[in-house]
Nanobody, 128 residues
Framework: DVQLVESGGGLVQPGGSLRLSCVVS????????MGWFRQAPGKEREGVAL????????YYTDSVKGRFTISPDNTKNTMFLQMNSLKPEDSAMYYC??????????????????????WGQGTQVTVS
């Protein structure tokens, strides 16, 4: 079974930084896309930062551009999300996701929603 395990969430003051990590195991097929999503209470889940295999395509939601950076470490099957200049509105449960279908790359390039196949359990980020 594919497993994604997030870590690195916590409580931080506005303007602070956090780095989220996602370790992927049990992957029998090459991942095409990986990314970070978030969901705050009462709000829909949104894609925050996505990256295609090899890094050829990336996506950032407008509200995090210039503040968040997604980066994979393929040697360790790990993906990171560096979050700087955090704001209270960044508070949410953050989820790591992965997909092995080509459709995820097309969706990323076209900036349209796409339902990822594999998900982690989430890590809470609170900016206050």
């Amino acid at each position: 079974d594919v497993q994604l395990v997030e870590s690195g969430g916590g409580l931080v003051q506005p303007g602070g930084s956090l780095r989220l990590s996602c370790v992927v195991s049990g992957y029998t097929y090459s991942s095409k896309c990986m990314g970070w999503f978030r969901q705050a209470p009462g709000k829909e889940r949104e894609g925050v930062a996505l990256i295609s295999a090899g890094g050829g395509s990336t996506y950032y939601t407008d509200s995090v551009k210039g503040r968040f950076t997604i980066s994979p470490d393929n040697t360790k099957n790990t993906m990171f999300l560096q979050m700087n200049s955090l704001k209270p509105e960044d508070s949410a449960m953050y989820y790591c996701a992965a997909d092995d279908r080509i459709g995820c790359i097309m969706a990323m390039r076209e900036r349209r929603p796409y339902e990822y196949r594999y998900w982690g359990q989430g890590t809470q980020v609170t900016v206050s």
